[in-house]
C-alpha cells in the first residue's frame, strides 16, 4: 500500500504536542509529567460503584442511540439547577463518548468544504483538525494581546458570508481564561440574528477557582444556534468512562443524532450508569468542591513558583492548565519543551500545539499530585538556571 491510498486530509493531520511528550517522557523511569489534562485523583467511588452494579447486573446492551432516558434527565435537571435553563431530555440531548466525539459530532454535522470556522486561539487542539478534515477553513484568531478572551470587534472583522460556525472553549485549554459577563454580552450581540452556529465546550465549567462562570446558555437570543458541549470526563475525574454530552435545539440534535449513531450506536452501557450517579448521588457536590479545592492549591503553588522563577504568567480562572511564556528562553516551543525533556525528564506540552498563536508558551498541567507538581517545579527551575539563552 501507498501512502498515497490514503484521504490526504488523513495523511496531513499531525499526532498532538500532549500525547508527543507524554509518550516519551515514559520511557525515563524518573519522568515526571504534567502533559496531560486528568485528575491525579481517583474517580469517586459511588460512581465506580454504580458502573459495577451495571456490569454485575448484565446492563451491557445497547442503549438509545441518545444514551439513557434516565440519564439524559439527569442531564437535563443538571443545566436547569445551575444555569437556569431547559434542555428536553427527549428531544434536545445526546450523549456522546466524551467530549471528543460530540465535538467531531457537530462539526462533522454542520461543516461543509470551504465553509470557515472561526477559533479563538490558543486554543484546544482537537478543533483545528476536525474541522480541516472535513475541508473547512478556520480562521485562527490571535487573543494573546486581550487576555486570551475574544473581543468584539476582533471578531466582527472575522465575520465573512462564508462563516459557518464559532468555537468557544471557556474555561479555556490552554489558558484557564473566562471572559466577564459583559465581554460574553458582547459577543451574543454580534452573533445573534445571525445563522452562524455556536459551539461552546463548556468541559471545564465545574473546575472554576476565582470568579463566577456563566454560560453561553443564559442568552436565550442564541438558543437556536447553539451547541453545548460538556462531559464528565475532567469534572468527575473519569476520562477513561468517555461520557460527554451535546444540548441543542431539536433540529440540530436530530441531525447530530444520525452522524453519532453511524459512528457510535451509543455510550458504554455501564458507563451511562455512572453517569447517572454522577448527576444524582447526594454526596457528589461535596466531593467535587474538595477536589477544586486541592486543583486551587496546587495552581496558587504553581502559579506562585513559575513567578518567582522570572517565567511572565497569567492566573488562570479555571481548567487544569497554566501557560507561562518562554519566549526569551527559545521562540521555538517543541525546542524549549524537547530540551527540558531530555535535560530534566520533565514533560511539559509546546505552546504551538495550541496554534500558532501558542508559540513562545509551554503548558503545565497542575491536575497532577502535589508531589509531582512540587518535583516538576524544580526541574523547571533548574533547567531554565543553565539553559543558554
Ligand atoms: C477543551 C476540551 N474539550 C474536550 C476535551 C475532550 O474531553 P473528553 O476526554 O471528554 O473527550 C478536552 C480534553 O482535554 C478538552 O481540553
Known amino acids: 500500500m501507498e501512502e498515497t491510498q490514503f484521504n490526504k486530509r488523513a495523511i496531513n493531520l499531525q499526532?498532538?504536542?500532549?500525547?508527543?511528550?507524554?509518550?516519551?517522557?515514559?520511557?525515563?523511569?524518573?519522568?515526571?509529567?504534567l502533559t496531560l489534562g486528568q485528575s491525579g485523583f481517583a474517580t469517586p467511588e459511588y460512581i465506580r460503584e454504580s458502573m459495577i452494579e451495571a456490569i454485575n447486573q448484565n446492563k451491557l446492551r445497547y442503549t438509545h442511540n441518545r444514551g439513557l432516558i434516565e440519564l439524559r434527565e439527569a442531564i437535563s435537571a443538571y443545566n436547569k439547577k445551575r444555569f437556569d435553563v431547559t434542555y428536553d431530555a427527549e428531544t434536545e440531548i445526546i450523549v456522546t463518548n466524551g467530549g471528543s466525539e460530540a465535538i467531531d459530532s457537530v462539526l462533522r454535522t454542520i461543516l461543509e468544504e470551504g465553509d470557515e470556522v472561526i477559533i479563538p486561539c490558543p486554543t484546544y487542539l482537537a478543533y483545528e483538525p476536525?474541522?480541516?478534515?472535513?475541508?473547512?477553513?478556520?480562521?485562527?484568531?490571535?487573543?494573546t494581546k486581550t487576555n486570551f478572551v475574544l473581543t468584539k470587534e476582533v471578531l466582527k472583522q472575522a465575520i465573512t458570508p462564508k462563516t459557518k460556525a464559532i468555537i468557544f472553549n471557556y474555561p479555556t485549554n490552554p489558558t484557564g481564561m473566562i471572559p466577564s459577563l459583559e465581554q460574553m454580552?458582547?459577543?451574543?450581540?454580534?452573533?445573534?440574528?445571525?445563522?452562524?452556529?455556536?459551539?461552546?465546550?463548556?468541559?471545564?465549567?465545574?473546575?472554576?477557582?476565582?470568579?463566577?462562570?456563566?454560560?453561553?446558555?443564559?442568552?436565550?437570543?442564541?438558543?437556536?444556534?447553539?451547541?453545548?458541549?460538556?462531559?464528565?470526563?475532567?469534572?468527575?475525574?473519569?476520562?477513561?468512562?468517555?461520557?460527554?454530552?451535546?444540548?441543542?435545539?431539536?433540529?440540530?440534535?436530530?441531525?447530530?443524532?444520525?452522524?453519532?449513531?453511524?459512528n457510535s450506536v451509543c455510550v458504554?452501557?455501564?458507563?451511562?450508569?455512572?453517569?447517572?450517579?454522577?448527576?444524582?448521588?447526594?454526596?457528589?457536590?461535596?466531593?467535587?468542591a474538595k477536589m477544586n479545592e486541592a486543583y486551587k492549591e496546587r495552581r496558587d503553588f504553581?502559579?506562585?513558583?513559575?513567578?518567582?522563577?522570572?517565567?511572565?504568567?497569567?492566573?488562570p480562572k479555571g481548567a487544569f492548565y497554566i501557560f507561562p511564556?518562554?519566549?526569551?528562553?527559545?521562540?521555538?516551543?517543541?525546542e524549549f519543551a524537547s530540551?527540558?525533556?531530555?535535560?530534566?525528564?520533565?514533560?511539559?506540552?509546546?505552546g504551538r500545539t495550541f496554534s500558532i498563536y501558542g508559540e513562545g508558551h509551554i503548558r503545565l498541567s497542575f491536575a497532577c499530585s502535589m508531589e509531582e507538581l512540587e518535583e516538576g517545579c524544580n526541574r523547571l527551575e533548574r533547567f531554565l538556571l543553565t539553559y543558554n539563552k
Open 15 to 33: 499526532v498532538p504536542g500532549t500525547r508527543k511528550f507524554s509518550n516519551q517522557v515514559k520511557e525515563y523511569e524518573d519522568g515526571v509529567d
Open 130 to 143: 476536525i474541522a480541516t478534515l472535513q475541508g473547512a477553513n478556520t480562521v485562527l484568531i490571535d487573543t
Open 268 to 288: 458504554a452501557t455501564p458507563s451511562q450508569y455512572g453517569a447517572i450517579a454522577a448527576f444524582t448521588d447526594e454526596t457528589g457536590p461535596g466531593i467535587l
Open 185 to 262: 454580552n458582547e459577543l451574543v450581540d454580534v452573533l445573534k440574528d445571525t445563522d452562524i452556529f455556536i459551539l461552546t465546550d463548556e468541559i471545564y465549567s465545574d473546575n472554576v477557582y476565582d470568579g463566577e462562570f456563566h454560560s453561553f446558555m443564559e442568552f436565550p437570543e442564541v438558543r437556536e444556534q447553539l451547541f453545548v458541549i460538556n462531559g464528565l470526563s475532567k469534572s468527575h475525574a473519569i476520562t477513561g468512562g468517555r461520557i460527554g454530552y451535546i444540548l441543542a435545539p431539536p433540529f440540530a440534535t436530530e441531525q447530530v443524532t444520525k452522524v453519532h449513531l453511524y
Open 325 to 334: 511564556i518562554i519566549a526569551e528562553y527559545n521562540k521555538d516551543s517543541f
Open 339 to 350: 530540551e527540558l525533556l531530555e535535560a530534566e525528564h520533565l514533560a511539559v506540552v509546546p
Open 302 to 315: 504553581t502559579y506562585k513558583r513559575l513567578r518567582d522563577m522570572g517565567l511572565p504568567v497569567e492566573l
